[in-house]
């Protein structure tokens, strides 16, 4: 019972809550002998092209992938050599971290590569596509991201304000990824914010299947 418990805490001796106390504040054991575990072992599960948010279609039936902490380590060791990621820049993320995108590209890759990450709530994105904009340009995101729909909604949001600036210059690179990516709605977007300092260059269309990379 509860008494009986408080009873017993109360007969602790004093040399024993001293020990207790001790063991409670020593030092963490070092991070390398943590991390010698198993690297096959599974780290995490992630919806791959799933919807979890119920704002873009996907590429199918919804998918829960095992992610390895061998596969996580290997992951974000490669993924620089193909996306301009390093340390001390800044990338931003709208998504759930629940999609795997949104939780390797824009969380545990810049973690591993010593980024500052900043996440902000979909819902609040999507009530406003613009503040997607404005946070790249307050924050002078060098990496951020989006699935083809979100190009789509923040070029209607744009054209719809035509007498807003935003300044994209420091954007390093924007990924397209998450559904189907397609043609019109990124050439479309190409075409307003190029006077935002954004080139065609920037975008990188990614669109992959995560438990092949990560398992």
């Not at 931003?92 to 949104?102: C, E, H, I, V, Y």
């Not at 924050?139 to 600036?165: C, K, M």
């Not at 977007?189 to 190029?194: A, Q, R, S, T």
Request: proline share 7%; glycine share 8%; aromatic share 8%.
């Amino acid at each position: 019972s509860f008494s009986s418990l408080c009873d017993s805490s109360r007969s602790l001796s004093a040399s024993t809550a001293a020990t207790q106390s001790a063991a409670f504040w020593a030092p963490a054991a070092p991070i390398a002998k943590v991390a010698t575990g198993t690297p096959a072992g599974i780290c995490t599960m992630e919806s791959s092209e799933s919807n979890p948010c119920r704002c873009f279609e996907g590429t199918g039936t919804p998918k829960i992938v095992q992610l390895t902490h061998r596969g996580l380590v290997e992951f974000a060791a490669g993924t620089p050599a193909m996306l301009p990621v390093r340390p001390g820049q800044t990338t931003l993320n709208w998504l759930p971290l629940d999609q795997s995108g949104a939780f390797l590209l824009y969380h545990l890759l810049p973690v591993f590569t010593g980024c500052t990450n900043i996440h902000v709530n979909t819902r609040w994105v999507l009530d406003n596509p613009l503040r997607w904009l404005d946070l790249m340009d307050q924050h002078r995101v060098n990496h951020s991201w989006s699935p083809n729909f979100g190009y789509r909604l923040a070029t209607q949001a744009i054209a719809g304000e035509p007498d807003r600036h935003w300044d994209l210059s420091a954007l390093r690179s924007l990924v397209s990824g998450g559904e189907q990516i397609t043609v019109p709605v990124m050439s479309e977007f190409l075409g307003l914010p190029d006077r935002f300092g954004v080139v065609p260059e920037t975008v990188v269309a990614a669109l992959g299947m995560t438990g092949t990379v990560t398992g």
